[in-house]
């Protein structure tokens, strides 16, 4: 397994952008599917995107794809997620997840991944 921190949330105005950061340990990150989740209060936790362990491949949900992009770099073991445009409405708190091996698309529908973040604010006003 990995171990994940995020970095980089914060309060936002509408419209504006940040970027997340995960940090993974050990020496296999780059074996790892790594993936965005977010869950807002009183609600579920909800797929954000996902990046396939080979780079290549990556999967968004509905509600951010043309506006958040997720991207790796292997050598910092590190996963990032750049939200443009932000709106009121992706206020949550964001965790990072890993999981060994399954494709983007496959890790939106997976409920216990291998490895979850803390997870970090994000806070966007209106």
Same mark, same amino acid.
């Given at each position: 397994?990995?171990?994940?921190?995020?970095?980089?949330?914060?309060?936002?105005?509408?419209?504006?952008?940040? $970027?997340?950061?995960?940090?993974?340990?050990?020496?296999? %990150?780059? !074996?790892?599917?790594?993936?965005?989740? $977010?869950?807002?209060?009183?609600?579920?936790?909800? %797929?954000?995107?996902?990046?396939?362990?080979?780079?290549? !491949?990556?999967?968004?949900?509905?509600?951010?794809?043309? $506006?958040?992009?997720?991207?790796?770099? @292997?050598? &910092? @073991?590190?996963?990032?997620?750049?939200?443009?445009?932000?709106?009121?409405?992706?206020?949550?708190?964001?965790?990072?997840?890993?999981? %060994? &091996?399954?494709?983007?698309?496959?890790?939106?529908?997976?409920? @216990?991944?291998? !490895?979850?973040?803390?997870?970090?604010?994000?806070?966007?006003? !209106?």
């Amino acid at each position: 397994q990995v171990q994940l921190v995020e970095s980089g949330g914060g309060l936002v105005q509408a419209g504006a952008s940040l $970027r997340l950061s995960c940090a993974a340990s050990g020496r296999t %990150f780059s !074996s790892y599917t790594m993936g965005w989740f $977010r869950q807002a209060p009183g609600k579920e936790r909800e %797929f954000v995107a996902a990046i396939a362990w080979t780079g290549g !491949s990556t999967y968004y949900a509905a509600s951010v794809k043309g $506006r958040f992009t997720i991207s790796r770099d @292997n050598a &910092r @073991n590190t996963v990032y997620l750049q939200m443009n445009s932000l709106k009121p409405e992706d206020t949550a708190v964001y965790y990072c997840a890993a999981d %060994f &091996r399954i494709t983007a698309q496959g890790m939106a529908g997976v409920k @216990n991944h291998d !490895s979850w973040g803390q997870g970090t604010q994000v806070t966007v006003s !209106s």
